[in-house]
């Protein structure tokens, strides 16, 4: 009887959904969080969080991750103390449950790529547990007697052995009473009778090692199940032991611990009062016989929705009243008391159209007059306690009409299954609006691309056509006629690759969603107070650039925070305000998308740079001398540059600014920044909306045709021969007034030949901007500028520097795209 | 050997398993006043526990594994 191995296949289409579910709840969480630390109070988002984490871990527990589902567990119950009111919600709180969502989050990671959790996590994953736990500890208000939550049975077979009281009067005194003082500081006790099974030897079983093994085990009996047989007809084979324990386990452990024996155990939330009483007298009997009775397996799809909130309120309310008329005393308004709680009931059962209850609930509490007692009506109570649950459950269902329709079948599915401790998260919202957007994998997005990338190519070769069938055949109707359609083909193909984009493109908000975590640790870990502003965050850009952005914020966002702002002494003494501000911008302008962080921190110190530059050596004493200080600011983006005094683990290594550089370099961006000394920094990234569709400008030389991407292309100019002047080996021209370097495309690509002049003896020259320099290119002509879709070199053309790719033009020809940065 | 059955004393060592409970009792059958040593004992099986409690059996030394005392003590003191 061995469980069944533990890594379910990676393929699990359940597992999968799992998989992404729990990512987007894990973000969601982490969002909730940090929204909680500004408005500790919110009620709803408190709510909204324990949901978040108790749907994670109904669903954590479908599958065999007890190391998540156990830490997921410990953070529902903190909150639940929070949203209960039991406790405050504070930023230690907070970081705590950050901490376990990260835990949870590398698990996930874990499940993901090698579809288990490594056994070592199980250590981890119970020391972040019991750190929650601590912490509900040490912030409960009220950790005692907790009548709402405590439904006293965790686990119980639902071939229950018969319930027993638990004989805790088995118990020495001493223990009992140590471990009723132990409950009066929170911590809970468990009482399990473990009946294992007559046959269990044979299934490899030892029970008393396992009972031994019981976490947090406080003291153990072992018994004879049967009265032992004489030693002549004992059968060693059949178990014939019974284990009583008491524990300070948390449940969920024991839960676990036993979890190849379920059907075995019989789990009881010790209540303290038990420990107290040191003889099991008649009344006390009754109240705990009642409370395992409400315990037993009869309640079972009560506990099933223990969670959803009526019905915890109900079970509260009953429960207050189960307490009321289990009191012993007997004041002179006992007859008050007793009718206060009848009328209680019979309002209830009003409420939730329970009729026959009224005459029942009177007679109770006539023969409990009578009796002076309350006992005759805490026996109607319980016997009739379900019938409560299940009306509240019918009525619910009733209202919340077809949202809750889902529920009530999730619950009944779920029933059976209770004894695990498995949920499943319901979310009612889940099934009301309907799916209102697709889940697409990306590869499919991918294809539609390259089709309308080969569909755009072969409408550009309708022209040609069109042009043949004239020169060539001199059909001139036919030509105007797939001219006009090619227009209309034009037409769709153009809208139909914007739709595409359309689908490609994401928010920046995917990007933007980690800053504040990310703002909120890297400023806590360097004792500073940081305010971040996100701006803009529903700006688009294709989804590819989207993601190639996020490590280049985060860079530049990890240097303004260790390097940009000041800790609130320095600000104070400064005369700024104590909290820094970090904005981080996006916007769209034209066709690009520009993101802008900004900084109210203390600036870059351009001398600082400069000199921090020549040590490195990376300028020499002449460029010392003579550059301005934004070319010195310009040089935090040179390699192996760092300015921090200490390398601390968030920045400072001297990689983070170059990096950032080539990886906008590398999806056609542009990164410029601006610094004022003691007033902050900017740092503006320009990037292009889609790299899908590159204009490009045709132009030709040596009669061979190149493509130019027109981000780099300045202007084209004619430059008589006679304007262009050799200085030295160089060639350069004065071009509206400047001086402009001249060099011929020609020679950069090893072509022999020299530029051709056009019949005015003029030269074009194509004006690029190669990095922050502008070039004069001479080519022989300059052609069309197109659209086209450009494909990256493969193989070993992958090498040539000079292109930065390829696409095919209209005509079947290849166009080769320069690549202007490279080749210079 | 778990069990080193001399003439009228059984000595337990380390973990007993299983296997050794048949032996046990059919060797507990066989005589009538033995005894049982417990003190280099560190676990023993469920069966074999089951068979000392049957057997009413006089222990000469508990364990000296305090935690396996514990358990051992109520259960078969008798």
Known sequence: ?824 | MPIAFKKNRAVFQDEVSVEEAEGLLEWLQKRSAAKVDLSACSHLHTANLQVLMAAKIEISSWPRNIELRAWLEPALKS
Request: overall charge negative; glycine content about 6%; some cysteine.
């Open chain 1, 1 to 824: 009887m061995k469980a069944s191995p533990s890594n379910p296949l990676p393929s699990n289409p359940l597992l999968e959904q799992f998989l992404a579910e729990s990512h987007e709840l894990l973000e969601g969480i982490g969002q909730k969080l940090m929204q909680l630390e500004d408005a500790p109070t919110d009620q709803s988002l408190v709510n909204e969080l324990f949901r978040m984490v108790h749907t994670h871990k109904g669903n954590s527990g479908l599958f065999t991750f007890p190391e998540m589902t156990r830490v997921l567990h410990a953070g529902e119950d903190l909150l639940g103390e929070v949203r209960n009111g039991k406790a405050a919600f504070s930023r230690e709180l907070a970081d705590r449950l950050l901490d376990a969502m990260d835990f949870v989050g590398l698990l996930l990671n874990e499940i993901e790529s090698t579809g288990r959790i490594d056994a070592s996590r199980a250590a981890d994953s119970a020391r972040l547990a019991e750190s929650l736990r601590a912490l509900l500890a040490v912030i409960s208000v009220s950790a005692t007697i907790d009548p709402a939550g405590s439904t006293p049975v965790i686990a119980k077979s639902a071939e229950a052995t018969p319930i027993e009281l638990p004989p805790l009067s088995e118990i020495p005194e001493a223990l009992r009473i140590e471990a009723f003082r132990r409950c009066g500081g929170g911590e809970k006790f468990y009482w399990i009778a473990y009946q294992p099974a007559p046959e269990c030897f044979f299934q490899g079983d030892d029970p008393f090692h396992r009972a031994r093994q019981t976490p947090g085990l406080l003291w153990g009996s072992i018994l004879p199940s049967e009265p032992l047989p004489p030693l002549a007809e004992l059968d060693t084979y059949k178990c014939s032991l019974k284990f009583h324990l008491l524990t300070a386990g948390f449940h969920e452990e024991l839960v676990e611990h036993f979890r190849y024996v379920p059907d075995q155990v019989t789990i009881v939330a010790v209540d303290p009062l038990w420990l107290a009483i040191s003889e099991c007298e008649p009344e006390n009997t009754f109240r705990i016989e009642n409370d395992l009775v409400s315990a037993s397996p009869v309640s079972a799809p009560e506990r099933s929705l223990e969670f959803t909130e009526e019905t915890a309120a109900l079970t509260q309310i009953l429960t207050v009243q189960e307490q009321i008329l289990a009191l012993e005393d007997r004041p002179a308004w006992l007859c008050g008391r007793l009718k206060a709680v009848a009328a209680v009931l019979k309002n209830l059962a009003n409420s939730l159209g329970y009729a026959e209850a009224e005459g029942q609930i009177e007679a109770s509490l006539a023969a409990a007059v009578a009796s002076a007692r309350g006992l005759p009506l805490l026996e109607w109570l319980n016997a009739h306690q379900s019938q409560f649950t299940s009306r509240l459950v019918a009525q619910s269902a009733e209202n919340a009409g077809q949202a809750s329709a889902e529920e009530v079948a999730t619950s009944a599915v779920a029933t059976p299954a209770a004894d695990d401790g498995i949920k499943f998260g319901r979310r009612a919202e889940d099934n009301q609006s309907g799916p209102r957007s697709l889940k697409v994998d990306q590869a499919k997005i991918d294809r539609l691309m390259n089709l309308i990338g080969e569909l755009v190519v072969e409408k550009n070769a309708l022209p040609y056509l069109a042009q043949r069938a004239e020169a060539q055949y001199g059909v001139r109707e036919l030509s105007r006629e797939i001219k006009g359609q090619y227009s209309v083909i034009n037409r769709i193909a153009d809208e139909m690759q914007d739709a595409i984009m359309q689908v490609r493109m994401m928010a920046v908000s995917i990007v933007f969603q980690r800053f504040p975590r990310l703002v909120r640790d890297t400023s806590r870990k360097l004792g500073k107070e940081v305010r971040l502003v996100l701006e803009g965050e529903q700006t688009e850009a294709d989804k590819n650039i989207i993601e190639s952005l996020a490590d280049p914020l985060i860079h530049i966002v990890r240097n303004s925070l260790d390097h940009g702002l000041e800790t609130p002494e320095v600000r104070r003494a400064c005369g700024k305000p104590e909290t820094g501000t970090l904005t981080i911008r996006a916007a769209q302008q034209a066709d690009r998308v520009v993101i802008e962080i900004i900084d109210d921190g203390k600036g870059i110190d351009p001398a600082v740079i400069k000199q921090k530059a020549y040590v490195k050596g990376l300028i020499d004493e002449a460029t010392l001398e003579r550059i301005g200080d934004q070319e010195a600011i310009n040089l935090i983006f040179a390699a192996g540059l760092s300015t921090a005094e200490v390398i601390s683990d968030l920045s400072g290594r001297g990689v983070g600014m170059d990096v950032v550089r080539s990886a906008v370099q590398k999806i056609n961006g542009t990164v410029a920044i601006e610094s004022e000394l003691g007033k902050g920094t900017s740092i503006r990234i320009s990037l292009p909306l889609s790299m899908a569709v590159t204009q490009v400008m045709v132009i030709e030389s040596d009669g061979q045709l190149f493509g130019v991407p027109m981000d780099n292309v300045v202007e084209t100019i004619r430059v008589p021969r006679s304007a262009i002047h050799a200085i030295k080996q160089s060639l350069t021209a004065v071009l509206r007034g400047r001086i402009v370097p001249l060099k011929s495309l020609n020679t950069l690509l090893g072509i022999p030949s020299l530029p051709l002049p056009n019949s005015d003896d003029e030269l074009a020259v194509l004006l690029v901007q190669a990095g922050s320099e502008v070039l004069g290119l001479m080519v022989d002509s300059f052609k069309e500028t197109i659209g086209l879709i450009q494909k990256p070199l493969g193989g070993f053309l992958n090498g040539l520097s000079a292109y930065s790719g390829s696409a095919l033009m209209g005509d079947g020809s290849v166009l080769m795209i320069l690549n202007i940065r490279k080749m210079v």
